[in-house]
């Protein structure tokens, strides 16, 4: 009996460890994800943008201030979020993705056939990390436009967009990518899929019954 309490003991306390290290990497995920998603690069670009918006057009300069409070207010109430439904992540890209093409103009393409779906639901910024992703490591220019497609197949969102060699290689790690695996892979037991060719990049967000 006293073997059998010992091991159980042991048992416990390994599983006890293991639930506190998985808390800890899911903390480390939501801080690298807040971290990373909205970085200050982005905040000063949009700052720059606004700036010369000022001058050029109130309206339009009013219109893009609303969307980035927008953007930060989704920023600070989803941070402590696990998951958020659809339909709010979806705003949210709208309001990014505004931004963006204010920034890029006709650099970017950004093809969106989302739709709100019931009772499902996505690690929140998870589509802003992908669209920055392919922002980041993709050369745009206005004679050969940076294009990336939103739209949902089978439970899944697919994120893709037409490689675009750069000028000056950018290194990645891909640690975003890698954090916001391991947050999918404590909350489903569907997986990430990833295709990554010559040609095209693609990843595949599993939807989540809510």
């Known amino acids: 009996i006293i073997l059998n309490l010992i091991g159980f003991y042991s048992t416990w306390q390994k599983t006890k460890l293991n639930e506190q290290k998985l808390k800890a990497e899911v903390m480390t995920y939501k801080y690298e994800s807040l971290k990373n998603q909205i970085n200050p690069h982005f905040l000063f670009n949009s700052f720059n943008v606004l700036s010369d ?75 802003q990390l992908l669209i920055e992703n392919a922002v980041k490591h993709n050369e745009a220019s206005t004679e ?24 000056s290689i950018i290194h990645s790690d891909k640690i975003g990518l890698k954090n916001l695996q391991q947050q999918y892979s404590y909350l489903t037991n569907k997986n990430i899929e990833i295709l990554d060719t010559s040609e095209k990049f693609e990843v595949k967000i599993p939807l989540i019954q809510s």
């Open 53 to 127: 918006l000022i001058h050029e057009d109130q309206k339009l300069a009013d219109k893009f201030l609303s969307k980035l409070s927008e953007l930060y207010r989704y920023v600070l109430d989803s941070r402590e979020k696990e998951l958020v439904s659809i339909t709010q992540e979806i705003q949210f890209i709208d309001s990014y993705i505004f931004l963006l093409k204010m920034r890029f103009e006709d650099k970017i393409i950004i093809n969106n056939t989302l739709k709100s779906l019931e009772n499902q639901s996505i690690v929140p910024m998870a589509l």
């Open 144 to 167: 050969n436009p940076l294009q990336i497609d939103l739209k949902e197949e089978a439970e899944f969102i697919i994120v893709s967009n037409k490689k675009m060699a750069m000028k």
